[in-house]
């Protein structure tokens, strides 16, 4: 073997040595399959090499993919996420992104959400990001309107302390005033 032929032969196989298979995933080659395994966000790999060149996660309990999983994957050609019960809110975001700015040979148009009800078995491709959010603003305006009673009723309160403050004084001033007044008869020069 000639000197560059060997060294082409081990640039080759550095991809391959650097690849390693996830836990509950079967690899051959650069291709990740991770189908029906059940598995949901916390047993999901947190990582794929950058090698890798097809991943397979369909038939799992996915409900969103956190973000930026899939964004050092130059290599990858093909994904399958399909028939994962997708909840179509703020979560879904960086997927819907991730999709939409990807080749249209690796798009997974199967992708459909699960929930909410009212975005069942829409695909998650084709849903304005309106659509996205206006099902993530239920739990923000909940919490404004929380804090916007807690800040009403924090300044009351602190009305009635006010309150209860200059009551304090005036009656606080009409002791002092009484205790001042001299009377009319000083004992104090007739005991001199």
Known sequence: MTRPQSMFLILSLIPMAAFRCLEHC?????VVDCSGQMLNLSTLPKSFAATTTQIHLKNNKL?????????NLQSLRSISLDNNPWVCDCNILYLRSWLLNQDRNLQD????CYLPVELRGRRILYLTEDEIV????????????????GLFIFIIVQAILLLLVIIFLRRFEGFS????????GDNFKSTM
């Open 63 to 71: 409900f969103s993919i956190p973000n930026g999983l899939f964004d």
């Open 109 to 112: 148009k199967n992708i459909m």
């Open 26 to 30: 079967n690899c051959s080659g650069t």
């Open 134 to 149: 206006s099902t993530c603003q239920n739990w923000y305006c909940t919490v404004a309107l929380i804090c916007q009673i």
């Open 177 to 184: 005033k009484a205790a001042i007044v001299i009377p009319k």
